[in-house]
């Protein structure tokens, strides 16, 4: 959010937008974010797990569940709930608006 209270948009470059299945991270100013691509839709949310704050985007995607390699703890993508494993509080999410040549993260 910016002063406004109006979400602020960051470029996600070509380099750091993950191939269909894969997680990576991308960081903004201080924040690092993981952005899940499930069949060709990107997800955004914080890297951080809920659990013990291990990065999720050194985890598994499967379909629309990012497994913490950590302790196996279990988030959907597109909403952050909680769905397995040790974790019992949601992931904040973010927008992730375009596609293909402009793709950018709304934080
Ligand atoms: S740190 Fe993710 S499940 Fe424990």
Redesign the pocket.
Known sequence: MDLTGEAASHPIPPRDRPEPGRLTAVTVGEQVIAVANVGGTYYAFQDA??????P?SD?DLDGHVVI??????EFDVRTGKPLD???YRPLRTFGVTGDGGDVRLML
């Open positions: 797990c809920t659990h013990e704050e291990c999720l985890g913490c390699h950590c302790h196996g703890g494993g040790p974790v």
